[in-house]
């Protein structure tokens, strides 16, 4: 039998807790810019329906914003107890976003509520407005947390020596070289994720005909514009970023790729097994595509793995992550446009059951694909926890009961897990809209697409 130290659990119970706490933080950057939209089309198309969508969506948004924090404030309790040695140099080098996010958290909270509980009391424009900080305050913790993991994998503004920290400078820290293109990936990926969630939610009430089937149609029309658009914008910012690993992080976009030997004119491989002799079978090989993705042209060379230690290769098995990220962009693209063109073209016609399914499943596959993101960033630095300054067995806490602390979070997010669902389906089984339509003045028939 294996045996298994603090530094194996404490890496188990961070991805863990990573890996459920994404899925409420996608949601809750990506979802308020989706009731700023509906809200917004409501009120310049003078459509009640929209409106209904963004009061509608902004009532299960609140649940999730609760899970969000309590898995939020796991992440906080577990950088200090799993990872000490990391954080007596993160703690000082890249405290500011981490102080920041705290405020950019009070100002969405806060105007949140005040956006809930004035529907009727304000003229609806100015009730649109509250939306602005919410929507800035969610983005900005995004921004803020993004910078910290930015840091890891180009970490600046401080001097380490002796194991003492000098020189201090955050802002040079929190603006590292990888921030921009981290951001901008996290934030587009996070407001298409929403949407596809969304669509998929509007898709399936369509299926079964529950309740008004053109408010479903108009939610399907707004979130499948929004998430092709954000989708579109995520592969951009996904090419930019892959330019920035070809320079400053070879060895993370070489073990995603396969690619060994340093060279030029380099190909894409997609998928494939790897055997013991790094000889890669049964995948598909796209001719110059690597080269190009790397830096723009076929000639570009791409540092392959052989020139890196290999005591500091990340695990090769990132491969299927970063597939499995780029298939599911993919995907989510090509739905969009394809119902793009036949909302364009068959306005007049009921939507094909084989279109709705696939919108359906763009929902949890984009969720998926921010979890293959994120493992793939997150395992694809290894075995760095901070590049070029601390390993992550060198970060980890000596101390035992780890493994007894992750069955207990792995209970407290199972309990999460099911209070979130139990209360969304409550929010929403019982009503299908109608009573909100009544009261909104909406009567079947009253209003066309």
């Known amino acids: 039998m294996p045996t298994y130290d603090s530094v194996f659990y404490s890496r188990l119970l961070t991805e863990t807790t990573l890996a459920f706490h994404i899925i409420f933080a996608t949601i809750g950057v990506g979802v308020p810019v989706m009731i ?9 198309r003078k459509d009640p329906y929209y409106s209904l969508l963004a009061r509608r969506w902004a009532r299960g948004f609140v649940i999730t914003v609760a899970i969000g924090v309590v898995t939020g404030t796991a992440i906080g309790l577990q950088l200090s107890l799993l990872w000490p040695k990391f954080m007596e140099i993160a703690g000082q080098a890249i405290a500011l976003p981490l ?22 009391r304000l003229k609806p424009m100015h009730h649109l407005l509250l939306l602005v900080p919410v929507v800035i305050g969610s983005s900005a913790s995004a921004f803020f947390i993004t910078t910290v993991n930015a840091f890891m994998n180009t970490p600046q503004g401080f001097t ?22 981290k951001v901008a990936h996290v934030l587009s990926s996070s407001y298409m994720t929403s949407a596809f969630i969304l669509a998929a939610i509007a898709a399936y009430s369509l299926i079964k005909k529950k309740g008004d089937t053109l408010y479903a149609k108009k939610a399907l029309k707004l979130t499948v514009t929004a998430g092709l658009v954000f989708s ?9 970023s892959a330019k920035f690993l070809a320079q400053n992080q070879p060895e993370k976009l070489a073990a995603a790729e396969w690619h060994f030997e340093t060279t030029t004119n380099a190909p894409l491989i997609l998928g494939g097994i790897l055997t013991e002799n790094n000889e890669i079978k049964y995948a598909l090989k796209i001719p110059y595509a690597l080269s190009i993705l790397a830096g723009g042209t076929p000639g570009s060379e791409v540092k392959g793995l052989n020139d890196i230690p290999e005591d500091l290769r990340p695990p090769l098995y990132v491969h299927y992550f970063f597939d499995a990220m780029v298939a599911i962009g993919m995907f989510a693209i090509v739905v969009g446009l394809i119902h793009m063109w036949y909302s364009r073209k068959k306005s007049r016609k009921p939507y094909p059951k084989w279109l709705l399914w696939l ?9 998926l ?7 793939y960033a997150e395992v694809g630095r290894q075995p760095w ?3 070029g300054y601390m390993k992550v067995a060198d970060a980890a806490t000596t101390a035992q009961n780890v493994d007894k602390m992750l069955l207990l979070f792995c209970l407290l997010y199972l309990v999460l897990a099911l209070t979130a669902v139990k209360v969304l389906s409550k929010l ?10 009544m009261a909104l003045g909406i009567f079947a028939g009253r209003t066309k697409e």
Do not use: H
Not at 36 to 44: F, P, S, V
Not at 429 to 436: I, S, Y
């Open 428 to 437: 929403f089984k019982k009503n299908d809209g109608a009573d909100e339509l």
């Open 99 to 120: 102080f920041l996010e705290t405020f950019a958290f009070f100002i969405e909270a806060i105007f949140l509520g005040i956006y809930l509980y004035t529907w009727e």
């Open 232 to 240: 579109i914008t995520t592969a951009m910012i996904g090419d930019l």
């Open 36 to 44: 700023m939209l509906a809200e917004l089309a409501g009120i310049k």
């Open 385 to 387: 926890i901070l590049r």
């Open 359 to 367: 919108i359906v499943v763009s929902g949890p596959l984009s969720m």
């Open 369 to 375: 694909g921010i979890q293959c993101g994120w493992f």
């Open 160 to 181: 380490l020596k002796d194991g003492l920290i000098t020189n201090v400078q955050p802002i040079l820290a929190m603006f590292n070289p990888s921030m921009p293109t």
